[in-house]
Structures are given as C-alpha cells and as structure tokens.
C-alpha cells in the first residue's frame, strides 16, 4: 500500500484488510485507561484511525463523525490514535465531543499493526476507515492515500447506514 504523509511516503506496517474481511482483534486504551477491545464493541461500527486528534484534520474529521453519527441509529464511532487517553479526553471535553468514542493504541500498537494503519517512521497511525457489520464483517475500508487528507465522508457514512 503506497500511504504518504505531506507529499513523502511512508512505511505502514500491518494487514492492509478489504471490504468482506473478518475484523482483527485488537487491544486499545479508553479514556478511563481500561482496555477495550473488539469483544467489548458491538453492533454496526465505524473505526477511524488518525495522527492525532489534536490536529487541524484529525480535530475536523472526528467533529463531523460526532454530528453525523447520531443521525445513524445503531451505529457506534470510534477514533482510535496514537495520542495519549488524558489527551483525548481533555480534547474531548473541550470540543463536547458526545457521539464518538475515542480510544488510544500507544500501549501495544495491536489495532495499528492488525488494521494496516501504523507509520513505523513516525509511530502514528494513517488516516483510514472501516466499516463494521454487527457480525464482525468488514463491509467497507478506505486508506486514505495522502494521511494529512479527509476520508470520503458520505462512503463511509452510506456504508455505515447499509451495514446491518
């Protein structure tokens, strides 16, 4: 997968995974510094991983998640990065963040490696998305092809209304 970060290309390491793939398993930190992991999660999901959610499009991409999702019933938002939990809920809380599940994979980099989405170089996570049914099937992923991008925004969200 040919990933680049401003302009330059970068090393990710991991499965690149693809619609009808069975969703990894994966071990992350929620803001109350607890594991979560993919039993812990149920129904539709969104997962979305970025650099860090303290950035101009991280910052963006997980406000319009939060105002989208709670126009989809049923469907859970979770952005998972690199970024330390105290920072994501600090972040959160300032920004009322209420729709979206923010979760950290700097312990074990399990979600990063199993999604294909951590940047060895920089050791953040790429911007991608994946769409998960309740069966645990992946019905939609999308890499976006320069990190510092938005994803398609209305894919994802069509899928996410799709998936049952």
């Known amino acids: 997968m040919n990933l680049k970060f401003q302009g330059k290309p970068v090393k990710v390491s991991g499965n690149t995974l693809k619609a009808g793939d069975t969703v990894p398993d994966f071990v992350v930190t929620n803001n109350a510094l607890e594991p979560l992991s993919l039993n812990d999660t149920k129904g539709v999901r969104i997962f979305l991983t970025v650099p860090s959610i303290d950035t101009p499009v991280c910052d963006l991409e997980t406000r319009t998640f939060n105002e989208k999702a709670s126009e989809i019933p049923g469907?859970?938002?979770?952005?998972?990065?690199?970024?330390?939990?105290?920072?994501?809920?600090?972040?959160?809380?300032?920004?009322?963040?209420?729709?979206?599940?923010?979760?950290?994979?700097?312990?074990?980099?399990?979600?990063?490696?199993?999604?294909?989405?951590?940047?060895?170089?920089?050791?953040?996570?790429?911007?991608?998305?994946?769409?998960?049914?309740?069966?645990?099937?992946?019905?939609?992923?999308?890499?976006?092809?320069?990190?510092?991008?938005?994803?398609?925004?209305?894919?994802?969200?069509?899928?996410?209304?799709?998936?049952?």
């Open 75 to 164: 469907v859970t938002v979770y952005t998972i990065s690199m970024d330390l939990p105290f920072a994501q809920s600090r972040w959160c809380a300032a920004n009322g963040i209420k729709n979206v599940i923010t979760a950290s994979d700097f312990k074990d980099r399990t979600f990063g490696k199993n999604f294909g989405t951590y940047m060895d170089d920089l050791g953040l996570l790429a911007r991608a998305a994946f769409v998960v049914d309740s069966s645990n099937k992946i019905t939609y992923v999308e890499y976006v092809p320069e990190v510092t991008n938005q994803p398609d925004f209305d894919s994802i969200l069509n899928a996410a209304k799709k998936a049952k």
